[in-house]
């Protein structure tokens, strides 16, 4: 944002935190938002995201893949890539999304992009009709029945959903229940730990000063991961945008400042020359005299 004018940083802003007040209630009107950031800063990573998660929200995942790659391109991050290949998924192409999902090193994730990722890799499995691969592709040490991390009521449903297409009811409605105490859990967590009956159903917030311990993006971790790729449209803070600003307005009031001080002060080294010249011809003078 920094490399728009205050105006239209203030524009842009303003247009990228409505389309995350919106997201959820109106896709339609929160993907219009985001066209209109889009129009008038093309060359930001965060507007193309933006677009990009909103065209996914509507359903037009080739618009998404677009701008998706766009955003990649542009930030070099791979934050996004499980949106990636469920828009490959979208547009029918099952090969690609699983050839895009293995093209990154997954231990380079953080858990909850890894979650994410493991999530897009199954349904393309099952959509090649390989269950038992879409199984696979979910057992990953962030499927851990002790332990809910934010990203875990949606893994282990997905999980659930896997195990009834393989005909395994049973093993099903444990995981939903393990996915639907999580819930509870979660929405009931005031502190870093929470247990759930007596099965030890740890739920753990991740800590903001410790959100980027390498700890934390690996499975089984102490610390909670970030939330989940589908809540992380960042509502851009137009008091953010606007201090900066005036930061950069302050900065140029100083420059200025000096720069006027500069040419207001004497010239030393040309006082000094005119004084020095002066007294040379007053010493001239007396030696004519005598």
């Known amino acids: 944002m920094k490399t728009l004018s205050r105006e239209n940083a203030d524009e842009v802003a303003r247009h990228l935190a409505m389309a995350a007040q919106l997201i959820d209630d109106d896709p339609a009107l929160a993907h219009r938002h985001a066209l209109a950031a889009e129009r008038r800063a093309g060359r930001v990573a965060v507007v193309r995201e933006t677009l990009a998660i909103t065209a996914y929200r509507m359903g037009e995942y080739a618009l998404a893949l677009r701008e998706l790659r766009t955003y990649r391109r542009i930030s070099g991050k791979d934050d996004q890539i499980a949106l990636m290949v469920d828009s490959e998924r979208g547009v029918g192409r099952a090969d690609r999304a699983l050839e895009l999902g293995r093209s990154v090193d997954r231990a380079a994730l953080p858990a909850d992009v890894q979650v994410s990722l493991a999530i897009a890799m199954s349904g393309a499995r099952l959509d090649r009709g390989e269950t038992e691969a879409a199984l696979a592709e979910l057992e990953i040490p962030q499927l851990n029945r002790s332990r809910a991390f934010s990203y875990?009521?949606?893994?282990?449903?997905?999980?659930?959903?896997?195990l009834e297409d393989l005909?395994?009811?049973?093993?099903?409605?444990?995981?939903?229940?393990?996915?639907?105490?999580?819930?509870?859990a979660l929405g009931q967590v005031d502190e870093d730990v929470v247990l759930v009956e007596e099965e030890e159903f740890a739920v753990e917030q991740a800590d903001t000063a410790e959100a980027g311990d390498a700890e934390a993006d690996m499975a089984g971790a102490e610390v909670g991961a970030a939330e989940p790729v589908a809540v992380e449209l960042e509502t851009v803070e137009l008091e953010t945008v606007e201090l900066e600003t005036a930061e950069v307005d302050a900065v140029e009031a100083d420059g200025a400042a000096?720069?006027?001080?500069e040419a207001d002060a004497p010239d030393t080294d040309q006082a000094e020359a005119e004084t020095a010249e002066a007294k040379g011809t007053r010493d001239d003078e007396d030696a004519d005299a005598e």
Do not use: M
């Not at 395994?168 to 444990?174: G, I, L």
């Not at 000096?258 to 001080?261: L, M, S, V, Y």
């Open 258 to 261: 000096g720069e006027t001080a």
């Open 167 to 184: 005909g395994r009811p049973s093993d099903a409605a444990e995981w939903h229940t393990l996915a639907g105490r999580a819930r509870e």
């Open 152 to 162: 875990s009521p949606e893994l282990f449903d997905a999980y659930a959903t896997v």
